[in-house]
């Protein structure tokens, strides 16, 4: 009885330890899946208070930054409508702007007034280079009281986004999408790393879901010029998200 009872609990133990390291092992392949340049671009990008390099909740992040950025359930919708924000557009100052262009834009919204973009990119301590995402959601919180969260765009479904886009317009907080910009009706297939902010959906039962965006850099790639507000499906404007190293700032 004795032998029986060691074989049972030495089985038990040897269960356990394999599925302690199954899930070390899943934890580990997730941060796998990335190469090193984009998992620094992902440590450079997110405060380094929401980062937790061991992966031992399968991401790179804290699970109380998780708890924080978890999606909300949808608020009711109606068969035919359109929510709109009324954000005005501003031209981004330098090329590399577009990121305080957005915060300006946002901050503007909100509180009907708002601070020059070199004075938020100074604010930010990085006037010589491009926003950095949770810099962004930093000054955001500072001058709003939305409470401002960030997350990948490749770890949210396109449903899921359509959430927030609900969700955000409807409680009058402006979504900043951390792009890459090729999925964009207006940019023609062209790619490159920008900041646009989503303002408006669209439902109807006979129209494809679309969102509307605010964008700050102005050229015209063949479709137009790429400055000012737009409409494109909503497939195009998750897509601009859903790509290694983009955030959605919500």
């Known amino acids: 009885m004795l032998k029986i009872r060691y074989l049972i609990i030495t089985s038990l133990g040897v269960l356990l330890s394999l599925l302690i390291l199954k899930e070390d092992t899943y934890a580990l392949s997730y941060c796998e899946q990335l190469d090193k340049s984009e998992l620094d671009y992902i440590i450079e990008q997110s405060s380094p208070d929401d980062l937790d390099l061991s992966c031992q909740n399968g991401t790179p992040f804290t699970d109380e930054y998780l708890n924080r950025a978890k999606i909300k359930s949808t608020v009711p919708s109606r068969r035919y409508f359109t929510n709109k924000l009324e954000v005005t557009p501003f031209l981004q100052d330098r090329n590399y702007f577009c990121g305080y262009a957005a915060v300006k834009e946002v901050i503007h919204y909100i509180n009907g007034s708002s601070k020059s973009q070199l004075e938020y990119a100074n604010e930010m301590e990085n006037p010589e280079s491009s926003a950095i995402v949770y810099k962004v959601r930093n000054i955001l919180n500072r001058y709003t009281n939305k409470g401002y969260e960030y997350i990948l765009g490749t770890s949210i479904s396109q449903d899921q986004f359509k959430t927030m886009i609900e969700n955000n317009v409807a409680n009058n907080k402006p979504i900043i999408l951390h792009a ?24 109807s039962g006979s129209y494809p879901y679309s969102v509307f965006y605010v964008d700050s850099f102005s050229k015209d790639y063949g479709a137009g010029n790429t400055f000012g507000e737009h409409l494109d499906t909503i497939e195009n404007v998750f897509g601009s998200v859903n790509q290694t190293e983009r955030f959605v700032i919500y």
Do not use: Q
């Not at 910009?181 to 439902?203: F, K, P």
């Open 180 to 203: 890459l910009t090729d999925t964009l009706t207006m940019y023609n297939g062209h790619m490159t790393r920008h900041y646009i902010v989503a303002t408006e959906n669209t439902i």
